[in-house]
């Protein structure tokens, strides 16, 4: 059974920095396009950074130059660090996974994580 579990979120003043983390658990073979999402109070989920299996990466716009995604594929973790945070960018943040295929299998399959919350605030 594959799970996500994200890590690093918290409290941060603004201009600080943050790294968060996922972990893909289970017996998995391949995954394609690793990301990072977030929703902010009474707004709607929007893409943050997303990196698929080589090393090609996308950004929403207002994180570029700020945020880098990375992935460790030996690991099945992917990263955000995130630095010169705003007060805006305080959401909850999750991980998700497209094209997960566990070993035996033929179909990839999405997973979501449960969220990380991070709060940038004086």
């Known amino acids: 059974q594959v799970r996500l579990v994200e890590s690093g979120g918290g409290l941060v003043q603004p201009g600080g920095s943050l790294r968060l983390s996922c972990v893909v658990f289970?017996?998995?073979?391949?995954?394609?396009?690793m990301g990072w999402y977030r929703q902010a109070p009474g707004k709607q989920r929007e893409l943050v950074a997303v990196?698929?299996?080589?090393?090609?990466?996308n950004y929403a716009e207002s994180v570029k130059g700020r945020f880098t995604i990375s992935r460790d594929n030996a690991k099945n973790t992917v990263y955000l660090e995130m630095n010169s945070l705003k007060p805006e960018d305080t959401a909850v943040y999750y991980c998700?996974?497209?094209?997960?295929?566990?070993?035996?299998?033929?179909?990839?399959?999405?997973?979501w994580g449960k969220g990380t919350l991070v709060t940038v605030s004086s």
């Open positions: 289970g017996s998995i073979s391949k995954i394609d396009s």
């Open positions: 990196i698929g299996s080589g090393t090609n990466t």
């Open positions: 998700n996974t497209k094209g997960v295929v566990p070993f035996g299998g033929i179909f990839g399959v999405e997973y």
